[in-house]
């Protein structure tokens, strides 16, 4: 091979070497497409040529939607955003979190379990987990102090729970995979579903079973906490439970039933929030400014992120990236099950220093092309091989949030958390939901039925 056989490499090595500089992901990734665009043409057209170039302009305003600003699935997104920032101005959260203590007063954990319980409410209303995490961090970490919470149980439950958003649906990470491949978005969600409850269940169980066994680590609740009354109780619950689970309810069940498109009920959520908003009495003109600075700039970001990768993939693809990656695969001679091993690895260790936006925009259409050509037998067949493998990298990513020295969610806690909490303590938390985290990326590989179920069900 000659050295400009090499260059699909030197891009993936100087992307790696950039991203460490802090500049911003959408120039980095945009820059380096168009610096080894003009490297290949220094080879001769055989490689590259400038002409190549103009060939971005349908990949990101195409006719018909194929291009990304084009993209009528993509319009989610937005709606996503702006409905999770509306609920965490609503005051919904506030009041959920302090209904559920209420009822599991008497469980063992009682506040932790409320934490993770209200993280999965949140998590099904929106997907943006640097709201989710901070949200919850301000709401949730002082009133665990307060009743003298083991601190990395405490600050382990807030991170853990705030990163589901970007498993179960509606989740912008799940939209953003089902464009890059090309798949059903409503069949990504019904896959996701199951995997994330799982989860969810997995981190119950273990506070459940750890303030059961060690109660120190989670003084209970006060018995008096809460309305004195039968009357007063389900009041609370009928205005803070039953109306962030109803909007559950219009955004997932509108997708599961049929009655909606992802993208319809991506506006149906939006107008959710905004009528529980104006329901707290929470809808002013201020907040509603925020919302719509906030989504904007969330939105303008995930879009320049896009644009980037779109140049990095395009001229990595265009360079031979792809035919290099595929000799590199099979000379390694790992078979299907060894190679997918060694890809979750890859993603894994990659969640240590980069977000999943940047680990999916990059890895995702390079890796699934290969993974659609590999033989599991009767374990996984047919198209179910994609959803099933996108499935099992979304429950990897999650765990980029929480993996030092660079998830993302450890320092949205850090920096909304009070001064007394250390970043060691966060780290020490998070452990042992990192390790739940690995058992069930093990179980949706080892029974793809977890995840594909409810796809079939459906699409039957």
């Known amino acids: ?46 490689y590259f040529s400038f002409i190549q170039f103009f060939n971005l302009v349908p990949r990101l305003w195409g006719e018909g939607g194929g291009g990304i600003a084009a993209n009528l699935i993509l319009t989610a997104i937005p709606m996503f955003i702006f409905m999770g ?132 680590l989670a003084p209970p609740l006060p018995e008096d906490m809460g309305p004195d009354s039968t009357a007063g109780l389900v009041k609370m619950v009928l205005r803070s439970f039953i109306p962030p689970v109803f909007l559950v309810f219009l955004v997932l069940g509108s997708i599961l039933f049929g009655w909606a498109a992802p993208t319809e009920a991506a506006g149906v959520g939006a107008a959710g929030a905004t009528l529980l908003a104006i329901f707290n009495r929470k809808l002013t003109w201020t907040v509603l400014k925020e919302v719509v600075e906030r989504s904007a700039l969330t939105n303008a970001m995930i879009f320049g992120i896009f644009i980037g990768a779109s140049c990095f993939s395009y001229v990595f693809r265009s360079l031979g990236g792809d035919d290099l990656v595929i000799d590199l695969v099979e ?11 060694l890809l979750m690895g890859i993603v894994f260790i990659l969640g240590f220093f980069f977000d999943w936006l940047e680990i999916t925009l990059i890895v995702l259409p390079v890796f699934a092309p290969i993974v659609a050509l590999l033989d599991f037998g009767d374990h996984v067949t047919g198209t179910d091989v994609i959803y099933w493998f996108a499935i099992l990298m979304a429950v990897n990513l999650q765990t980029s949030f929480l993996t030092p020295p660079f998830g993302f969610a450890l320092f949205y806690m850090k920096g909304a958390a009070p001064p007394g909490v250390s970043i060691n303590q966060i780290y020490k938390g998070i452990i042992p939901f990192v390790i739940l985290q690995l058992i069930g990326l093990g179980l949706v590989m080892a029974f793809p039925d977890i995840a594909l179920w409810l796809p079939r069900e459906f699409l039957d």
Request: glycine letters at 12%.
């Open 1 to 46: 091979m000659e050295f400009a056989d090499y260059l699909p490499l030197m891009m993936f090595a100087a992307l790696a070497l950039l991203l460490f500089t802090g500049y911003p992901v959408a120039f980095i990734l945009g820059g380096v497409g168009l610096a080894f665009g003009f490297i290949g043409m220094a080879f001769g057209d055989f």
């Open 331 to 341: 000379s390694l001679g790992f078979g299907s099950w060894g190679l997918l091993i």
């Open 85 to 216: 920032t509306m609920l965490e101005k609503s005051g919904v959260a506030t009041d959920l979190l302090r209904c559920l203590q209420v009822l599991l007063r008497r469980v063992p954990g009682g506040l932790a379990l409320s934490v993770t319980i209200l993280g999965t409410v949140m998590a099904a209303t929106t997907g943006i987990i640097g709201a989710s995490v901070v949200m919850m961090t301000l709401l949730a970490l002082p009133e665990m102090m307060k009743r003298g919470y083991n601190m990395p149980l405490a600050t382990g439950t807030i991170a853990s729970s705030g990163t589901l958003g970007i498993l179960i649906p509606p989740s912008i990470m799940l939209v953003i995979m089902a464009d890059l491949l090309a798949r059903s978005v409503g069949n990504l969600f019904f896959a996701a579903f199951f995997p994330g409850l799982m989860l969810a269940v997995f981190y119950m169980i273990y506070i459940f079973v750890l303030c059961r066994l060690k109660p120190e």
